[in-house]
């Protein structure tokens, strides 16, 4: 039994991620989305609320499942007997800091990392450009679920 | 008719920023300079005095205007009937970010982005760094205009 | 009234391709699609065929036309009065070396080189890879234009 | 069941790939190695050569098999039910041929790819390195098997 | 007689950082470890701090001496008779800023700039990530020297 | 007393090369450029011939001599008892290639590598493009010595 975990920030959840989740439940037998508590930085939504807009998202991902974690992402893998670390790669930005972060995790302790391609379709998307068009008033229905649409639009007018 | 956009903070102007306007206003009939409008980020300078700054360098080039603009660059572009953003190539780095951004731009409207290498001489050049440098009493006069030197000197007395 | 040339080797043209000369065409008043003859690396089509395939494929913009040349770009710009190079990128490899060939063009002439960035759905795309596809039994139908699998299958064939 | 497959070139094997193929077999139920074979370009080693090699240094691992193959790797894997390619990631200028072909792989067939950085200690290392260096006479015998050492020397002395 | 400059925050010094230092003293006849005094950003250590940890690493090697500095590093070269500047590179996203810096400094002044390779065992190494590291709990053991762990537990618990 | 040693294929010498030797000439306190025979490639010009303009352009500089060299060279460094390895560096994809080369030599042999950046003003430049160019009837006599260009008119109309 393979078990892999899908760590980030996800504030909000968008197609990109999803389609990094999609691929990792295909090649895995157990995936965990683990979402970072980072305690120095707030994000625009809470992490419970995070988790809930992710958990409707892989709702019908049967070996998905959707956490919070606080620490080492190493020291969560351990204790949840996952081997490997799945992170999208888009472009060249990622690669060197990721394979950074993934050295420094293979430095720790016995974790595999495994870099999955974005789809091209995604390449260019990320949380914090979603919140950025959000916040100006550009429609992100393209790039986000109808629900993260909705609560985009409630938190920025709050 | 060709309508193309130099959008930045250009916070000041330097050598670089000019010749990429220069090669836009030959490439292009109409160019736009768009000083951005960054509520959460204040700058050394204030909107008006880039401007200022930028017309003075500008000012022989008859096919070159100088706005500011906040909200979308898109909604910018399809207001003032633009159909192209021209952007400076330093370096890598560079170019995976603006690469990210145009084809976000792409995705929210049908406006294009083009990629205009800076000439050698000014690819290590950034506002940021020519603010450090004036800062710690570095002679920037190779960098920038002379009364963008001589505004330097003011605003970091001050 | 801005002329601008799309050269390459075209062999055979690709979606890819045809996206960035569909953008150069809507930026530029007229837009020379350049066949580079090279002497010393015969194709798998020949310079008439892969201008055949061309033709066929920018049929409907009427600002395009495609022809041959040899020897340096620049004397070519120079000869049609073409003021500006329009190259695609697609990668951080592109970057680095199309950037070499633009100064280098630059210091030769006063020809300006502006980069495009390909359409995500098409950053893949490379003539070399879709020979090397059909070569092998692929199917290239979503790669290249349908007459062009035709060309491709009955070359290979022989 | 998840089966994976470590396609190269392998001539010959060096401990670079040896890392990528025991991480494999670590991640995946079942991993491949499969040794393309290609008819236009001889390498310094037969394919039978190089297999053996390779089924030498992986005769510790369970669940890894050796073989050759011609043709579309992803035909290969349909064939076979493998579900993912795994190639190691060293470089930057790795990282963007290796998406190029991640990308043309998911348009022709539902294929994943990932990709695994090698470790820092193997990060330079690449057979076409190990040949040159045997040819002038380094010594190679931390860089691969001792076997391979022996065969190079053999090989290089004909 | 040439004179060295290695540069940098060392909040706190790594084995990466010792690595490079390392290389410079075999490298150059006097180098000069210069620790920047930087007002507007306090780092986990004082200034005084990372001397006294510097020093203590590199007190074998006799042509090396640790000081800290403040304006602009070019000054700096000029008021010690310094020719070069030695600067580590990890990964290409140091590249990009590390070779803007270098222009810049070139340009301001006749000071030369060197990039060594650091080890592969440390490419993924920077203060940052021991600092994240050591204060969610994470062994750092190996990647800086034991005085600095026991001072990073010390000033993390304060 | 540090050696270094400039290494290449130098066919022919541009300015590019000579800026990175003129740098080195003034960082250590011999310079030896050699020139490496590669019996499996020949160049525009024999060995002796690039010797030859190396050594008109170098004449200047008295910490400089010019040699040719094969083999390992890790062994040249060793035997002529040079230190370090000087390259210069103009672009990430020559990083990744050279970062690769130096690890290697690293692991070879006690041989340190330091990479000098390109002045801006050559960073496009390299011997293959100068011959294509040349070959084409372009005019290099901005990127290479009167007496190079000479050599190639001659050499291009045999």
């Known amino acids: 039994m393979h078990r892999a975990v899908c760590p980030g920030s996800f504030d909000p959840v968008t197609y990109g991620h999803l389609d990094i989740v999609g691929r990792a439940a295909r090649l895995f037998d157990q995936v965990t989305v683990a ?3 980072n ?6 939504f809470t992490v419970p609320e995070r988790i809930d807009m992710l958990s409707q998202a892989v709702a019908d991902l049967d070996n998905v499942e959707v956490v919070s974690f606080r620490g080492l992402l190493v020291d ?19 690669f060197d ?16 990392t495994v870099f999955v391609p974005t789809s091209p379709q995604w390449s260019f998307l990320a949380s914090s450009l979603v919140k950025e068009v959000a916040r100006l008033g550009g429609d992100v229905g393209d790039l986000v679920p109808s629900y993260v649409v909705d609560r985009l639009k409630q938190r920025l007018a709050e």
Chains 1, 2, 3, 4, 5, 6 share one sequence.
Do not use: P, T
Not at 85 to 91: D, H, P, S, Y
Not at 97 to 112: D, F, K
């Open 97 to 112: 800091h990721e394979l950074q972060m993934a050295q420094m995790n293979s430095s720790l302790a016995a974790v595999e």
């Open 76 to 94: 969560f893998c351990k204790e949840h007997d996952i081997a490997v670390i799945v992170k999208g790669l888009r472009a060249v930005s990622d």
């Open 35 to 37: 979402v970072l508590v």
């Open 39 to 44: 305690e120095s930085k707030s994000g625009l």
